[in-house]
């Protein structure tokens, strides 16, 4: 019998399944950077995020699994600081997000890098404009300065930097575009780095290099991180901790074992891709 | 049927207020334009030197056929000299400003609505705001200068090519003398008709800019909003633009004939 057609041991409710769980209790060694009570955003009717809290400890990453349409995006979205908080608090290493005056949401942002799904390259500007553009528009940094930092920022994400600094985007592999997304998420040194569904699209020897950056990166810049992800293999490789999102609640959380030995059913049929499951249900019906 | 036209009026007006806002923002920011001199540069190439050919032909062609339209019913009542001061009003006044902005709209206006989508929809405008760079600033005020300082000069370039045109028809056809069309034309024209012209085409560019950046800056959904985006910023940028057009001659005309009384 294959793992995907064992039953399930238990019968869940459909309460039981969006039961969001507490987080544990903060270890001693350890201190809480990104925390989230009880946030909820509604579209219109749609309620989106129906009560998020999650811890995420500094110099950890968390990766943020979860299906189509659970709120992973919406859930990023408010730590990208694009979206409003309709109901409760996030809170990023001591600043209150619901509180910040517009000067201190440009102080969140340079303590922030975000790593795209597709990059988000400016297709008009070179490799050396694309990821020196914060230091050209924000910190306006002298011009010898900015190729300086820029090229150091390539050789982090180990790109030939001076082959490379004058290429647009389009001229750029997939990977390496993804590479030079990472340089520019990372020129400014930043507390917190979001990466939304980093490995999505490229071959695997791509995806290996990317997550043995993010790894590296954690290693070398100390830096927290937060991942959303479908790649469960890029899960398990990078991650501290991992939060299962589904609809709108964190319904299962711990470390990576701790996960692999969960028995929520949704979480047990994204880890196994079974096609029977709470996921499917419907298809069925 | 009531409450949806009055969610479409609502949903208009709105729309029209966000337009009209992101101007303002954007001419605002034109205080630190030096920062985007690359960026002006760039969408100045693309407005102003990329419009000149198509620009040229069609107000060129208009020309040759107003004065082909015109020519046969003057000659008719034996006020052919009249050709010249005809045309040069029609083109100064009007079509000038109104062509220069139908090309501008529909090739410049609608492939910056298309570029400002396409990058809503990779996520490059989101990036830039994560990166506290106010999109506002970076895409669209360089556009909207861009095209406030390319028309002007496109209308001009409009003005002259469709008025050789009439006088080169003139010419060929009915044997009009150059020196007798450019006369008939001096005498009736004013500065205040150039003038009034070029004015137009600056609040035309002014329009044409924002509405497309607007649009643009405001895609939804993935190629199909950048489709839709597209059109509805021609759409909406042809009528705003006739709609300015009769206001401002409507008001033009109002403070000439004060003056002159």
């Excluded at chain 2, 600033?137 to 002007?152: D, G, S």
Aim: glycine share 8%; charged share 20%.
């Amino acid at each position: 019998m294959t793992d995907s057609q064992q039953p399930l041991a238990k019968e869940w409710t459909k309460e039981e399944m969006e039961q969001a769980v507490d987080m544990p209790p903060v270890p001693e060694d350890k201190e809480i950077f990104v925390r989230i009570r009880n946030l909820h955003k509604r579209f219109g009717p749609r309620h989106i995020l129906r009560g998020i809290d999650l811890d995420v400890y500094k110099g950890e990453t968390l990766v943020v699994l979860g299906v189509s349409g659970s709120g992973k995006s919406t859930f990023f979205k408010h730590l990208m600081g694009t979206h409003t908080i309709d109901e409760g608090t996030v809170e990023v290493g001591g600043r209150h997000l619901d509180h910040l005056s517009t000067d201190e949401w440009g102080a969140y942002r340079q303590d922030l890098g975000v790593i795209f799904q597709m990059a988000a390259l400016l297709g008009s500007l070179t490799v050396l404009e694309n990821v020196g553009l914060p230091l050209i528009e924000v910190e306006r940094a002298p011009t010898e300065e900015i190729r300086e930092r820029v090229i150091e920022a390539l050789h982090r994400v180990f790109l030939p930097a001076e082959e490379i600094l004058s290429l647009r985007p389009d001229e750029l592999s997939g990977g390496m575009r993804k590479r030079v997304g990472i340089a520019r998420a990372i020129i400014q040194n930043p507390r917190l780095i979001l990466y939304d569904e980093p490995t999505t699209g490229l071959d695997p020897v791509t995806v290996s290099g990317v997550n043995e950056l993010t790894l590296e990166l954690q290693k070398t810049l100390g830096v927290t991180s937060l991942v959303i992800t479908h790649d469960m293999e890029a899960a398990f490789t990078i991650a501290d901790h991992i939060a299962f999102l589904y609809n709108g609640r964190i319904v299962a959380y711990g470390t990576v074992d701790e996960i692999r030995a969960n028995e929520h059913p949704v979480l047990r049929q994204l880890l196994t891709g079974s096609t029977t499951g709470p996921l499917t249900e419907d298809y069925v019906k | 049927m009531l409450a949806a036209t009055g969610r479409l009026i609502i949903q208009a007006c709105e729309e029209a207020g966000r337009t009209l806002r992101l101007l303002v923002a954007a001419l605002l920011y034109i205080r630190v334009i030096h920062r985007s001199h690359k960026q002006l540069v760039r969408q100045l190439d693309h407005a102003g030197f990329g419009s000149i050919v198509v620009l040229s032909l069609v107000a060129g062609l208009t020309g040759m056929i107003l004065a082909m339209q015109m020519g046969t019913e003057l000659e008719r009542y034996g006020a052919l000299d009249s050709l010249g001061a005809i045309i040069g009003a029609t083109f100064c006044r009007e079509m000038g400003p109104i062509w220069a902005a139908i090309i501008v709209l529909a090739r410049v206006g609608s492939s910056m609505a298309a570029e400002l989508g396409t990058m809503v929809v990779n996520e490059e405008v989101e990036a830039l705001k994560i990166m506290s760079i106010d999109p506002v600033r970076y895409l669209a005020m360089p556009r909207i200068v861009a095209l406030i300082i390319a028309m002007p000069l496109l209308t001009t370039m409009a003005d002259v090519v469709g008025i050789a045109g009439g006088a080169f028809v003139s010419h060929s056809l009915y044997g009009l003398p150059y020196d007798k069309f450019i006369l008939s034309a001096q005498s009736l024209l004013t500065s205040t008709d150039f003038f009034s012209g070029l004015f137009k085409s600056m609040v035309f560019a002014a329009i044409i800019g924002a509405v497309a950046c607007d649009r643009g800056l405001h895609t939804k959904g993935g190629a199909e909003g950048v489709g839709k985006a597209t059109t509805v910023s021609v759409m909406l940028n042809v009528l705003f633009v006739l709609v300015g057009d009769y206001m401002l001659t409507a008001i033009i005309q109002f403070l000439t004939r004060a003056e002159i009384i």
